[in-house]
T-cell receptor, first 116, second 111 residues
């Protein structure tokens, strides 16, 4: 495996279900990110992790719960979601948490989530 | 005002055409700038970083005007495979790598 992988690629769940999204990066990066992309809207940053520590929670509802057990893996635990949470959820990684060129973010293929 | 603004398009151009996309950003403290490309139902992929002096990669040229807070992307000799949505991306002025994405400009290249 190379780059950033995400599973599952598609997920349909009811509002009472609990599910988890998984992301794994094979790039040796130290920072990982969760984004949400809704139809016809820009990508929205949800969470940022640097060396397994969360450095940003971008006002995300508590029904989304991230977990970063190590610098290569990132999870997003979902429970009691709403239909408006249906979107493409993208994971990304970058070498470090700092800004600047040479620290570009690379994205996984995303999980397309539908909440019924 | 949106932090990053782009013309949504779509831009419909014939093969071989030259097309230019513009982007403006609101935070004058932004330091890093990128163009990403996103194909339909796929993830964004880095197309090129944008340097202060401007930079070119094959048929693609990116320019940055800090005074006007304006970024551009020029595509020469358009190919059918260039059809995609082009995302203008700007780093925030905060202490870490927070990227602000524009909504994207859609390009459709036709034969």
């Amino acid at each position: 495996e190379t780059g950033v992988t995400q599973t599952p690629r598609h997920l349909v769940m009811g509002m009472t279900n609990k599910k988890s999204l998984k992301c794994e990066q094979h790039l040796g990066h130290n920072a990982m990110y969760w984004y949400k992309q809704s139809a016809k809207k820009p990508l929205e940053l949800m969470f940022v992790y640097s060396l397994e520590e969360r450095v940003e929670n971008n006002s995300v509802p508590s029904r989304f719960s991230p977990e970063c057990p190590n610098s290569s893996h990132l999870f997003l635990h979902l429970h009691t979601l709403q239909p408006e949470d249906s979107a493409l959820y993208l994971c990304a990684s970058s070498q470090e948490i700092g800004r600047g060129l040479g620290n570009e973010q690379f994205f996984g293929p995303g999980t397309r989530l539908t909440v019924l | 005002r949106k932090e990053v603004e782009q013309d949504p398009g779509p831009f419909n151009v014939p093969e071989g055409a030259t097309v230019a996309f513009n982007c403006t950003y609101s935070n004058s403290a932004s330091q890093s700038f990128f163009w990403y490309r996103q194909d339909c139902r796929k993830e964004p992929k880095l197309l090129m970083s944008v340097y202060s002096s401007g930079n070119e990669d094959g048929r693609f040229t990116a320019q940055l005007n800090r005074a006007s807070q304006y970024i551009s992307l020029l595509i020469r000799d358009s190919k059918l495979s260039d059809s995609a949505t082009y995302l203008c991306v700007v780093s925030s002025s905060g202490g870490y790598n927070k990227l602000i994405f524009g909504a994207g400009t859609r390009l459709a290249v036709h034969p």
